[in-house]
Nanobody, 124 residues
Framework: VQLQASGGGLVQAGGSLRLSCAAS????????VGWFRQAPGKEREFVAA??????????SDVLSPKDRFAISRDNDKSMAFLQMNNLKPEDTAIYFC????????????????WGQGTQVTVSS
């Protein structure tokens, strides 16, 4: 499966962005999907994940509070989304979507397929 992330941009603290991940090349509902991010000089970290049907989601503790972000998917459109609200400067990073066969995981090395990343910059 091929993935393409989009929707990043520059936003002020407290603002919102919605990231999209478009999949092609295979039946999307075979895959768990994760969102990860990498800030300059830092390791890539887990943000959120969703299972194939969308009825099970996970969020990273670093989001504090976790309900700032919401992951979702639309299998009919082969897309996944990450709604990000109340953004903070520390959310600035390149955001990646990833897919893996089977249940989603918080470990990036368990994902087989990656999108190219989309830059999110939050100004204070």
């Amino acid at each position: 499966v091929q993935l393409q992330a989009s929707g990043g941009g520059l936003v002020q603290a407290g603002g919102s962005l919605r990231l999209s991940c478009a999949a092609s090349g295979d039946r999307f509902n075979k895959y768990g999907v994760g969102w990860f991010r990498q800030a300059p000089g830092k390791e890539r970290e887990f943000v959120a994940a969703i299972n194939w049907s969308g009825n099970s989601v996970q969020y990273s503790d670093v989001l504090s509070p976790k309900d700032r972000f919401a992951i979702s998917r639309d299998n009919d459109k082969s897309m996944a989304f990450l709604q990000m609200n109340n953004l903070k400067p520390e959310d600035t990073a390149i955001y990646f979507c990833a897919a893996r066969r089977g249940p989603p995981r918080e470990v990036d090395s368990s994902y087989e397929f990656w999108g190219q990343g989309t830059q999110v910059t939050v100004s204070s």
